[in-house]
């Protein structure tokens, strides 16, 4: 590759009309594996995705675990760590922490308070939510001042409970603060909102950096519509920028729209463009780490849980190979620009699970391909 030049795949961007299931392939065994690097290799863990897909959440954590990755993102979610005024109940996250510590694997720690990653995104208790949040409008300190305050105290009470743990290697303060979840909701964190809870984990410890996030549109309609839906304080890449230490990208290059029939209409996209190059020219001057916090590695189609097709059979938005490509892809991008990724985390390790115990295992063994060669 010449100095400088961007891959025809970075560069280019379609709509498409195709049907939904193609014929499973082992295109994964010949992917070529970008190298690494310095760039630390992990996944993000959803035990409430791993419950849709009907899956035992400890027994699938267990069985990821066992892979030889780096780091693990896990989440507090609110509405389970606080299922009921004046209780704090952190069974469930303190389990999976000490699995991970059992495996040696270093740990990002999403303290929500509000949004967490994984659907429905926003996990608020129900006593917490005293005035609902409104669509269309940003949720401020003054709009919801009891959410706020209790906001500000959970995130203070999850970072002081584990902040002692050498394992855990950042924080992660909400998740897409400043960004709707697709056509469910338009409301959005206030920056101002997102701020005091930055300062709070701060306060409760001033030793780990903050990791912040947003999505990356790959494709103009995607792209113009964020800006539209976010203008009034820039979506949550841009509000990263100004308060996390690393900010974090979800990439998601290839996924559905609508269902037309027997066929799906896709977005098929790229890191190319304005917004990505900027962000990572950005990440180099300002010498601020960047991080792939969600690598697509499972299909994203018009249902919120990933279908699974009959054997011999994989959803088009991403095949195996895929999860190979988009690694490639992201490591590429950063090098180009001379930006080595703080981390590239594969989003979808419950799907793969879910797959080989349906007689597909080729999600699991592209995972571990990239593992092994990278």
Same mark, same amino acid.
């Given at each position: 590759m010449m100095p400088g030049r961007v891959p025809a795949r970075l560069r280019t961007g379609?709509?498409?009309?195709?049907?939904?299931?193609?014929?499973?392939?082992?295109?994964? /065994? $010949? $992917?070529?594996?970008?190298?690494?690097?310095?760039?630390?290799?992990?996944?993000s863990f959803r035990p409430r995705q791993a419950e849709?897909?009907?899956? %035992?959440?400890?027994?699938?954590?267990?069985?990821?675990?066992?892979?030889?990755? %780096?780091?693990?993102?896990?989440?507090?979610?609110?509405?389970?760590v606080e299922p009921a005024p004046g209780r704090f109940v952190p069974d469930e996250l303190d389990r999976e922490l000490e699995a991970a510590e059992r495996a040696g694997k270093r740990i990002i720690l999403c303290v929500g308070a509000v949004k967490t990653f994984g659907y429905p995104e926003c996990f608020v208790p129900v006593h917490q939510l005293k005035t609902r949040m409104r669509e269309g409008a940003l949720v401020t300190p003054r709009s919801h001042p009891a959410l706020f305050g209790a906001a500000v105290a959970f995130v203070t009470r999850v970072v002081e409970r584990y902040r002692d743990r050498a394992s855990i290697l950042a924080w992660q303060v909400e998740h897409e603060a400043a960004d709707p979840l697709g056509m469910e909701h338009s409301w959005r964190l206030a920056e101002a909102f997102a701020r005091a809870e930055v300062d709070a984990v /701060?306060?409760? %410890?001033?030793?780990?950096?903050?990791?912040?996030?947003?999505?990356?549109?790959?494709?103009?309609?995607?792209?113009?519509?964020?800006?539209?839906?976010?203008?009034?304080q820039g979506d949550s890449l841009e509000v990263a920028r100004r308060l996390a230490d690393i900010v974090?990208?979800?990439?998601?290059?290839?996924?559905?729209?609508?269902?037309?029939g027997s066929r799906t209409v896709y977005l098929d996209g790229g890191l190319r463009g304005r917004r990505a190059?900027?962000?990572?020219?950005?990440?180099?001057?300002?010498?601020?780490?960047l991080m792939i916090?969600?690598?697509?590695?499972?299909?994203? $189609?018009?249902?919120?849980?990933?279908?699974?097709?009959?054997?011999?059979?994989?959803?088009?938005?991403?095949?195996?190979?895929?999860?190979?490509q988009n690694y490639r892809e992201c490591l590429e991008w950063a090098r180009l620009g001379g930006v080595p990724l703080y981390a590239y985390l594969f989003w979808g390790a419950e799907y793969w699970v879910s797959r080989a115990q349906r007689g597909d295992p080729s999600y699991l063994r592209a995972f571990a391909r990239v593992l092994d060669e990278a």
């Open positions: 379609a709509l498409r009309i195709v049907r939904a299931t193609r014929p499973l392939t082992d295109r994964w /065994r $010949e $992917e070529p594996v970008a190298s690494r690097g310095p760039t630390l290799l992990g996944i849709a897909l009907g899956l %035992d959440p400890e027994a699938t954590l267990r069985t990821l675990l066992a892979y030889p990755f %780096d780091l693990v993102r896990l989440g507090a979610y609110w509405d389970r /701060r306060a409760a %410890d001033p030793t780990r950096p903050i990791m912040m996030n947003g999505f990356l549109p790959t494709s103009l309609p995607v792209a113009a519509q964020q800006w539209w839906r976010t203008r009034d974090g990208i979800g990439y998601y290059p290839r996924h559905a729209l609508l269902r037309a190059q900027g962000l990572r020219a950005w990440a180099k001057a300002a010498g601020r780490g916090t969600e690598g697509q590695a499972e299909p994203w $189609e018009v249902a919120t849980t990933p279908p699974s097709p009959a054997a011999g059979t994989a959803m088009y938005s991403c095949p195996p190979e895929r999860v190979i």
